[in-house]
């Protein structure tokens, strides 16, 4: 079964809204991260938050993480057309050693 | 530096058919990894290594086998593929946690098809 669970699964916004999308995950992590994924291409790493950290910002990206809860967001601030792209969140669990286990992915197209 | 590049791009197989997929990395990193990922679905791991000569299975690991002779490659195997081998496969690879090494690097992927 899959550690990370994403909410929702598709997302289509216009441009300049913000775009959020949930992460629920099941045991005790090292970290959480949020990987891109744009149509035909590989993952890129976007941002990581430590199991110690309660939000994180890169640029229009913010993540929060909640341990009692076991959830994580990822909020894209004023998107773009060219945020379109799946996003999808990692964990890192502590009982998995070397190891990430990754959601389902959000789809999320945002509209010129 | 080419970061993670996967050989073939594209392969269409029959059942029965082997293949070798080619994965390497030029990061100098120690850890690498093998995903699929199927149609509107996040990556499952395949196999992983954590060293030159050592690898593990991951969470779907039949009908697969992997090598890593040299740090730099990493090479998965299909001896009998299987319509259900179907996917695109995913290379990543990540420095070691001794050393902080926390987030994978990905190839653009090798999109196979059974037939």
């Known amino acids: 079964s899959q550690q990370g669970e994403e909410d929702p699964q598709a997302l289509s916004i216009q441009e300049g809204e913000n775009a959020t999308m949930n992460c629920s995950y099941k045991?005790?992590?090292?970290?959480l991260q949020w990987y891109r994924q744009n149509s035909g291409r590989g993952l890129v790493h976007l941002i990581l938050?430590?199991?110690?950290?309660r939000e994180k910002h890169s640029g229009r990206l913010r993540v929060t993480l909640d341990t009692s809860k076991k959830s994580s967001s990822l909020l894209i601030t004023a998107s773009r057309a060219a945020d379109t792209a799946s996003y999808f969140c990692?964990?890192?669990?502590?009982?998995?050693?070397?190891?990430?286990?990754f959601g389902g992915g959000t789809r999320v197209l945002v509209k010129p | 530096n080419a970061g993670v590049t996967q050989t073939p791009k594209f392969r269409v197989l029959k059942t029965g058919q082997s293949m070798t997929l080619l994965c390497a990395q030029d990061?100098?990193?120690?850890?690498m990894y093998w995903y699929r990922q199927d149609p509107g679905m996040g990556l499952r791991l395949i196999h992983y290594?954590?060293?030159?000569?050592?690898?593990a299975k991951g969470e779907v690991p039949d009908g697969y086998n992997v090598s890593r002779l040299k740090k730099q490659n990493f090479l998965l195997g299909l001896e009998s593929a299987a319509p259900s081998q179907t996917s695109v496969y995913f290379c990543?690879?990540?420095?070691?946690?001794?050393?902080?090494?926390?987030?994978?690097?990905f190839g653009p992927g090798t999109r196979l098809t059974v037939l």
């Open positions: 990543a690879s990540s420095y070691s946690k001794r050393v902080g090494g926390d987030t994978q690097y």
């Open positions: 045991t005790s992590i090292n970290n």
């Open positions: 938050i430590r199991s110690n950290e």
């Open positions: 990692a964990t890192d669990e502590i009982a998995a050693g070397n190891k990430l286990t």
């Open positions: 990061m100098n990193h120690e850890y």
């Open positions: 290594s954590v060293g030159e000569g050592t690898t």
